[in-house]
DNA sequence: TGCCAGGCCGGGT
DNA sequence: ACCCGGCATGGC
């Protein structure tokens, strides 16, 4: 059977066996996660930690302490995830729409509407619809199936889609054709990035060694 | 050493 | 509707 659904079963349980669980969202709670999806953006994990860790030491990885920070010194502590400058207003963006909108509280946040809450947050400057997903489904365990660069590269060199697939349409496709299951959405994401660093970064193409080499829609 | 990393925006065509 | 430069640090 080559249809989607068990093509995409197939890659899973074979990404799952060679790798395990991987433990997603790193971070310890749900603000963490959603201050990391910012951090981020086109950005090394490892940067990311730094920046956390200098938030963590200065006490300020706390949505009223970020709220009421200058720009700034944000910025400053930030400084090893790149981009700091626009991640600082990012985050300061976002960071008032949650204080602004829902008083800093996360439980009110999350307890809207999935479809709308993605929305709203969509419309914050600085948020696209991958931030936006690892939100909702990291920090606020939703139902949304997240697409990264990694996703589009992967799929695509196994004829699943073509590399310019939008992130909307992709993201319709897998949810279409998968359980709509938090924790395989969860796994399933991460599993993809750590194939994509592992064997399918865009200088190797081949994927020689890959774990999911010969799966094919 | 140069290329890349868990994107997104704004201005131009 | 696409296309592209800018944003910036640290790892390999």
Redesign the pocket.
């Known amino acids: 059977m080559g249809d989607l659904t068990n093509v995409l079963k197939d890659i899973y349980n074979r990404l799952y066996s060679a790798f395990g669980p ?1 433990h ?4 310890e709670s749900r603000f963490e ?1 959603i201050v ?3 951090l ?9 930690e ?1 920046a956390i860790a200098n938030l963590k030491q200065a006490g300020n990885l706390d949505i009223q302490k970020i709220y009421e920070l200058d720009i700034g010194t944000l ?1 400053g502590l930030i ?10 207003k ?1 985050l300061k963006n976002l960071i008032k729409f949650i204080v602004e909108g829902y008083s800093a509280d996360l439980d009110r946040m999350f307890s809207a509407d999935t479809y709308s809450l993605r929305q709203q947050l ?13 939100i909702l489904l ?1 920090a606020g365990n939703k139902p949304v199936f ?1 697409v ?3 996703t589009r ?1 992967i799929f695509s060199r196994h004829s699943i889609c073509f590399e ?1 697939i ?2 909307d349409e992709l993201q319709s496709l897998i949810e279409a054709h998968i359980d709509r299951d938090v924790s395989l959405y969860n796994e399933y ?2 599993l993809l ?1 750590r194939l ?2 592992d064997y399918c ?3 190797n193409p081949l994927c020689n060694k890959c774990p999911i080499k010969g799966i094919f829609l």
């Not at 997603?24 to 971070?27: A, H, I, L």
């Not at 981020?40 to 990311?48: A, D």
């Open positions: 991987q997603w969202w790193p971070g996660i990391g999806a910012v981020t953006q086109n950005t090394n994990w490892k940067n990311v730094r910025a400084r090893p995830a790149g981009y700091f400058n626009i991640k600082a990012r969509l419309e914050i400057n600085g948020l696209g619809p991958e931030t936006v997903d690892s990291y997240v990264d660069a990694y590269r310019d939008s992130y994401h991460a990035v994509g660093k970064k865009k200088s």
